[in-house]
């Protein structure tokens, strides 16, 4: 079966349930990545899961805290892959890059945690790596944040403007809904 | 002399003056960028100069085009390095990290044009790169853009919100009279 389209989940895991990240926007991603998934696995299409991890114990990443887990809503099954990174870039420091190259993938479709960061470089690099990258706008999820000056901006801000900046440069920007109307025609 | 900090200038081109690009932030980015160059150079410490270029012969980047040529206030001199790409980051396709690997360099300040697009991405790999990252906000630039839905975003909102993205997660985001006092220390 040529399987020539990948989903790539990122960091969707108990660490980001933590009280420490404050208020997120879209709290519906997890079910929109659960009914993308369910969509690859009928299609046996391939499912990458990326999970972060950390060496610092006090970390909600490091592997024996109980944040390091991948939430049930969207755990990986038998053979499907699993890649840990470091950094926000699922593509440095793994073997992502040839891990799509070698299934022949020229087509990435990206959701996962969180917006700007780990979502957005992830994106930024599957664009400018070459593959035909889609970002589900729905199926991430961001947190407010503080900038350099302490001005703080709130979740849907950082997310709607982190998806502007992605939109045609880097991606085409779908919701769930779009994308499974778009892979399944 | 020990060179670990380099400087680096992206895609300050006569490209971006084009009227297509729309109403832009902060016009003092290149008035900027050449005072920090200006120190660069009096401490002959390495300036790596990226300049966008385009396969394209109706883009603005295309090497026969005018938009091509770096802008006279930050231009080149003697044997500065002047690494070209083609997409948005300046480490894609490029030997960047290599040429920082190879001259020793554990810090780098990023400038230039545009914050959400190659500035970002290049901000977000090297400081996932492992590089000590500074990124200068008032020596970088936006201009204001549409979203997937067509919702427009000033220039001002994209670059302060993609500033906020970046800080403490991928680098230190300071001014340039910050960056100068900081180093001059």
Chains 1, 2 share one sequence.
């Not at 930024?124 to 070459?130: H, Q, T």
Request: net charge negative; aromatic share 8%; charged share 25%.
């Amino acid at each position: 079966m040529v399987k020539k389209k990948a989903l790539i989940i990122i960091d969707v895991q108990k660490a980001f349930d933590d009280k420490k990240w404050g208020e997120r926007n879209n709290l519906n991603a997890e079910d929109n990545i659960s009914k993308i998934l369910k969509l690859w696995r009928e299609k046996e299409w391939l499912v990458i899961h990326i999970q972060h991890t950390s060496d610092n114990p006090s970390s909600v990443f490091y592997p024996k805290n109980e944040g390091f887990a991948i939430k049930e809503i969207v755990e990986p099954v038998d053979a499907e892959v699993i890649i840990t990174k470091k950094v926000n870039s699922s593509f440095i420091g793994t073997n992502l890059e040839g891990s799509l190259r070698g299934n022949e993938i020229t087509t990435v479709v990206i959701t996962g945690l969180t917006t700007p960061h780990c979502v957005s470089t992830t994106t930024r690099m599957s664009g400018n790596l070459g593959f035909d990258t889609y970002l589900i706008s729905d199926a991430t999820a961001a947190f407010g944040m503080k900038d350099q000056n302490d001005t703080f901006y709130d979740a849907e801000t950082i997310h709607n403007i982190s998806l502007a900046t992605l939109h045609n440069e880097f991606a085409t920007i779908l919701t769930t809904e779009q994308l499974i109307n778009h892979f399944i025609k």
